[in-house]
């Protein structure tokens, strides 16, 4: 048997019913902050180590040698100040031991958590991914160690009563586990360990192996919704979740697709439209939201981004005509999923989303009277820029004939280019198929001239160039699902704080507009986390959906996959910024901007 020290027996000899009030007699930790509570359901308790047990709410702060304790309807998650994050199920009960972290030094730094019964699912913070010695776990009389810099992700269930059983699944890097009847030395990422009296410890094996108790519980912790693994300051961020759970309405309809808005506007600058089906053109401003079957535009000089309830991103250049035709995201269900896009004339950058990652099939692209097609699956970003009015591409588009308000389809005058950053393209155009398009390589197309094989964007014509940088250092938000109410709420709030901190700038003296931008600063931050947490719980939906869609096995149900055998989502994709080189567009073989 492993020794845990006298904490530890003194707990296990009092029973489950009297750990709490075992662990205020044993208070030997400051009374700082350490970690807050990121989120509950039903029902939770918390004690630190002098007072009595009092119902959690989102926001609680908690120093060391506190105890949580959920009921049979509960699962709470907190977040430590360096990161780390620990999710509890149902029935269970968690010590916070002696929690120390110096920003400065992570080598002196160290966390200690005890499941003295239950289900836990751990993420490591940086005192994990930096110093895994300074990390002690215990479930029951068992200590699981991190065995690979990095840190981990694991999840551990334990019943210590009489004689223990429990077990442990590791979603990222590896822990060893020292349980009462001898030592298992390496569960890795995907693989599964029980332990129990009377039984040889096993290999570890495939988490299709499990139970089906442990496959539900496994998933249940997966599919809760935790925050990301980065330090915070303790107090500031308990507050914001407190104010974001007093929201939680909007949280709330992150369990299903809202069909009214199938994007929203993330920022503008200059002219910006949005009309609707048969409705007015109206201008359009950050937190604008817009259903399918509506037409953007963009003035001279102006650009939108644009986000898609999905992730998918577009941002639109100036004198440019977009048209949403179709659009449908459900997030438990993404081979539902369907979108179509039109660039009419102008240019934009589109870069995908969750209907793509899993159906590419379902997404179309067209520019003008060209089909863009995805041979490949994975990832794709790309700028295409055309004209439907025989013009030039670049710095010589206009926002009259054949600009922004043009639907012009004109296929004998059309003119195109096409430039890839990530992923790998084909385009039909009027003139004939451009086969592949790689990753660095641009293609023109126009009437008169035969279509030439992809070339480096460096020798592309220069204005083309310029679109390209243009629009690859316009700030993106990240290609992953969201909430488009919530995340609509906190563009439109984010772009409200810009403004008044710039007024607030300009007039350092000015206490009532000092005071303005304060308060819509603090605004912008809570709506900022709210539009997270949903973003978040749509993910946690998408992961169910999944996890529901694997085959079942003869140890269960279908729950027989740890996350990273599960469609992945989209990563966010880096700005790439090209640099622009003196290019085709400037020989004396081309007329003007048009492309070679």
């Known amino acids: 048997m492993i020794n845990s020290g006298p904490m530890h027996n003194a707990v296990r000899a009092l029973g489950g019913d009297c750990i709490f009030l075992a662990l205020a007699a044993f208070s030997t930790a400051a009374m700082a ?43 709470v998650v907190l977040k430590f100040a360096d990161g780390q994050v620990a999710a509890l199920g ?161 949280v709330q309809v992150a369990a299903s697709a809202d069909p009214l808005r199938a994007g929203y506007v993330d920022s503008t600058s200059g002219p910006v439209s949005i009309q609707s089906g048969s409705g007015k053109s109206v201008g359009a401003k950050a937190g604008d939201t817009f259903p399918a079957s509506t037409a953007i535009r963009t003035g001279a000089n102006g650009r939108v981004v644009l ?44 870069v995908s989303g969750s209907i793509y990652e899993e159906n590419p099939d379902a997404v179309t692209v067209s520019a003008g009277a060209s089909l863009i097609d995805f041979p490949k699956r994975g990832p794709v970003d790309f700028t295409v820029e055309v004209s439907t009015e025989g013009q030039g591409i670049g710095l010589a588009r206009g926002c009259d004939a054949g600009g922004a308000g043009s639907v012009a389809n004109a296929k004998n005058r059309e003119v195109g280019m096409i430039s ?38 460096a020798v592309a014509p220069t204005t083309f160039q310029v679109t390209v940088a243009a629009l690859s250092t316009t700030a993106l938000p990240e290609n992953t699902p969201v909430v488009v109410a919530t995340a609509a709420t906190a563009a439109a709030a984010v772009s409200v704080a810009g403004s008044a901190q710039a007024a607030a700038n300009a007039n350092p003296g000015d206490v009532q507009l000092q005071e303005v931008a304060r308060k819509a600063t603090e605004q912008a931050y809570t709506a900022t986390q709210a539009a997270t947490a949903s973003a978040q719980a749509v993910a946690a939906t998408v992961f169910a959906g999944a996890l529901a869609a694997l085959p079942a096995t003869a140890a269960g149900p279908p729950l027989a996959q740890v996350p990273p055998a599960a469609p992945a989502l989209p990563q966010p994709i880096p700005a790439i910024t090209p640099v622009v080189t003196p290019g085709g567009g400037s020989t004396s073989s081309c007329s003007g901007p048009t492309p070679c």
């Open 33 to 75: 902050q350490v970690g807050y509570v990121h989120e509950i359901s039903g029902t939770i308790s918390i004690q630190s180590a002098s007072a009595r047990a009092t119902p959690a709410r989102v926001g609680d702060t908690f120093e060391s040698d506190s105890a949580f304790r959920t009921g049979a309807d509960g699962k």
């Open 90 to 250: 149902a029935d269970s009960v968690l010590r916070v031991g002696e929690y120390r972290y110096i920003a400065g030094n992570l080598r002196q730094s160290a966390t200690n958590i005890e499941l003295v019964r239950g289900q836990m699912r751990f993420v490591t913070g940086l005192i994990g991914t930096a110093n895994r010695e300074g990390v002690h776990i215990t479930a029951g009389n068992t200590m699981l160690r991190i065995q690979n810099p990095g840190g981990a992700d694991f999840t551990v269930l334990v019943d210590p009563d009489e004689e223990e059983f429990g077990s442990a699944v590791v979603a990222l890097g590896a822990v060893s586990v020292n349980t009462p009847y001898g030592r298992i030395s390496r569960i890795s990422a995907g693989e599964y360990a029980p332990w129990q009296t009377g039984r040889p410890l096993r290999t570890p094996m495939p988490i299709a192996a499990a139970p089906a108790v442990v496959q539900a519980a496994v998933a249940g912790l997966w599919t809760t919704v935790v925050p990301v693994n980065t330090p915070v300051a303790v107090a500031a961020t308990a507050r914001v979740a407190a104010m974001a759970a007093a929201t939680s309405p909007l």
């Open 307 to 350: 986000k898609f309830a999905d992730g998918q991103l577009v941002i639109l250049d100036s004198c440019s005509t977009l048209g949403v035709d179709r659009y449908r995201f459900d997030p438990s269900d993404l081979r539902a999923g369907r979108s179509a896009l039109d660039l009419v004339v102008g240019a934009m950058r589109y």
């Open 420 to 457: 890839v950053a990530v992923g790998e393209i084909s385009v039909h155009t009027p003139y004939g198929p451009i086969n592949k398009v790689d990753v660095g390589q641009s293609a023109p197309w126009q009437p008169g001239r035969t279509l030439q094989a992809p070339v480096p964007l």
